[in-house]
């Protein structure tokens, strides 16, 4: 896969949280996970206005309703930088 990504330092509490990104599952590299929560579609609202109207590349995809507050969900594929989607877009050829 992407042979030249720099990576940080691996630790105990490193985890890859895997989505799905159109028809490919990629791998995030985080420093750590606090809670995994499972959140049904009909709990997620769409991101604010303030958070929609902004730059495309705005993070947030939605929040989510859980049981102790709320979730904020990210957009995986903004997260990424300009060469790592051309690399995704690549691989996909």
Known sequence: MWRDIEVGEITNESR??????GQKKIGFLVDEVSQVASIS???????PEIAAGCDRKFIIAGIGKADKGMVILLAPYAVLSEDEKDKLKEMSA
């Open 41 to 47: 579609e009909r709990d997620i609202e769409a991101p």
């Open 16 to 21: 890859i949280i895997i989505v799905d990104i």
